[in-house]
């Protein structure tokens, strides 16, 4: 099948919200984010099946991953002040609460968790773990940063009945 | 475990309780099912089977339990991502809380002063406090060494100050005096020309006292702060024509050529007597340090950001690299004799760095041994 996309995101696709939206501002409520996220999920599992929607997710999330980290983070930080930019960032927005687990910046290797998680936290246990999109938009972070490919897995999640996100971070040596 | 697991192990002992007193009825309602389709062998199956899974996911997680009760945070939970396990959900928050704590004492300890804990109420608040007053330490202490290296400059520009003082203005003046004091002695037996050339030595020690009395007097002035700046547009053509007629004569002494080569249209904004001391420096030493014959040039061109550069260049003995690396350091001793013997400080020098960069431009220098000099400094054409 020929693909012709017609759209490639970039941060500036997401508008002037100020302007847009002088009463409502910014927020909005999390529902409203996971509604979309998972009726998304529904129609594409069903077109696609669940391995090739995680594909998507996981796509997805690092090129939001990426823009992310072009657009509200600071990449000329090292590597501490980069990593309170972004916890400091995920917050401001609402995304989740990041904490460093482990940091091994020889082997760039890193157990980061995420409380409070936009896409998962509170959702009902499933024995699945749902945060494809999350593993990605790390994953995209930390190619924009260091400019190296990285492998994101989620550990735990609320989903599989954990309390927090967890993830294992690790760059992948070519 | 979840008031939601609480809840189904409840219904789970009220069930069994009513089986041991053999009310069937009861249980089947318990379970949202009419007496008839309750089978109790079903329900005891089942219930020694989650009984068996628990005490399973029990003694799957006790390595792991001990290990944090023994503050071994090295260990793993047990790897079964797709099952729950609802003895130890709790302790892997626990176990991730004391990690990240762990993380972030670690980060401290290397410096990194900006970590807030969220953790465990009292302890968060107390943690905070002493990562607070480790801060204010740190910050203390970054002011204090701030205040140390200026006290050691104003300390380098004191010795400066007095060396200056207790050597190089002595030298000109014990040779003053010894002319005086020649004059007094043996004046009657001097010829016309005699006398004439103990008043031309001591005019030529009287304009050096003058000229080093002039650069201490606005080096201090500035220090204090008490130069006054007032920028106004400067034909630059006749202001470096003005300021070589002060070394003129010397020049002519010396048979040393001046020369410009400068755009008669070419203006600059700044202070006019402040450019007139730098020139009246740089070109002091060219002459100072170029030997009979040799020649002074000075060019001008507009430069990058709104500037224009200056430079005297001479054909003079030049200097190494060290002496190069020296000449604007108020900590480093450069001072020697001309070509002639004139007297120099370095103070002119440093007068002139001070200057040129409290008015936003740059001074540098180029030189080779026996080759010459070329003192280049910028200066703004545009009113500020």
């Not at chain 1, 897995?153 to 993830?167: M, N, Q, S």
């Not at chain 2, 069930?15 to 089978?39: H, M, N, P, Q, V």
């Not at chain 2, 071994?72 to 939970?77: R, S």
């Not at chain 2, 003995?317 to 108020?330: H, S, T, W, Y």
């Amino acid at each position: 099948m020929e693909i012709n996309p017609k759209y490639n995101f970039e941060w500036k696709d997401l508008g002037n919200i100020e302007l847009g939206r002088p009463n409502l501002g910014a927020s909005t409520h999390v529902a409203v984010y996971r509604l979309m996220q998972y009726t998304m999920r529904d129609v594409l599992e069903k077109h696609w099946g669940p391995e090739k929607t995680n594909e998507f997710f996981i796509e997805a999330g690092y090129k939001a991953g990426e823009e992310f980290c072009k657009n509200a983070l600071d990449g000329s930080l090292d590597f501490d002040g980069f990593t309170a930019n972004l916890a400091e960032q995920l917050e401001h927005y609402g995304i989740g609460v990041l904490r460093v687990e482990k940091a091994d910046l020889g082997k760039m290797s890193f157990v980061l968790t995420v409380s409070e998680d936009l896409d998962c936290s509170g959702l009902p246990y499933s024995g699945v773990a749902f945060c494809d999109y999350d593993e990605g938009f790390i994953a995209g972070i930390m190619h924009a940063y260091t400019s190296k490919d990285f492998r994101v897995k989620e550990i735990d999640c609320w989903g599989t009945g954990d309390r927090t996100c967890r993830f294992s971070v690790d760059v992948i040596n070519s | 475990m979840q008031s939601e697991e609480e809840r189904i192990v409840d219904v789970l002992n009220r069930i069994l309780l009513c089986l041991i007193e053999g009310k069937r009825e009861d249980a089947a309602e318990l379970l949202g099912l009419a007496e008839s389709e309750f089978s109790e062998r079903e329900y005891c199956h089942e219930f020694l089977s989650n009984l068996r899974e628990f005490i399973s996911q029990y003694f799957g997680g006790a390595v792991f339990l001990n290990a944090i009760a023994n503050g071994n945070l090295e260990v793993n939970p047990p790897d079964d991502p797709f099952r729950q396990n609802y003895v130890i959900t709790q302790y892997k928050q626990l176990h991730s809380n004391l990690l990240h704590l762990t993380w972030q004492t670690q980060q401290i300890a290397r410096g990194d002063l900006k970590q807030k804990v969220s953790f465990l109420g009292e302890f968060s608040i107390g943690f905070n406090k002493m990562i607070e007053a480790l801060r204010e330490k740190k910050l203390m202490e970054d002011k204090i060494n701030l205040q140390n290296e200026q006290l050691l400059k104003l300390n380098a520009e004191k010795d400066k100050f007095f060396s200056i003082i207790a050597h190089d203005l002595r030298s000109p003046f014990t040779g003053f005096l010894g002319l005086t004091q020649l004059m007094a002695e043996d004046l009657k037996a001097m010829s016309l020309d005699d006398i004439q050339g103990i008043a031309v030595n001591m005019r030529d020690s009287a304009t050096n006292i003058y000229r080093l009395l002039e650069n201490l007097l606005e080096w201090s002035r500035m220090e204090q702060g008490l130069i006054p700046f007032h920028p106004v547009e400067i034909e630059l053509l006749g202001l470096v024509h003005e300021s070589t007629l002060m070394i003129l004569e010397a020049a002519r002494v010396k048979g040393i050529e001046i020369q410009y080569s400068i755009a008669e249209e070419l203006q600059v904004v700044t202070d006019r007597n402040i450019l007139k001391t730098i020139l009246r420096n740089l070109l002091s030493n060219a002459v100072k340090f170029t030997p009979r014959g040799g020649q002074i040039l000075i060019t001008a061109k507009a430069a990058a950001g709104n500037s224009v550069e200056v430079c005297v260049r001479d054909s003079g003995i030049g200097m190494n690299a060290e002496l190069a690396g020296k000449l604007f350091r108020i900590d480093a001793s450069t001072g020697r004799e001309g070509t002639e013997g004139e007297s120099s400080t370095g103070l002119g020098l440093i007068l002139c760095k001070e200057f040129v960069e409290k008015h936003g431009g740059s001074i540098r220098a180029e030189s080779e041994e026996g080759k010459g000099s070329s003192f280049y400094f910028t200066i703004g054409n545009q009113t500020p």
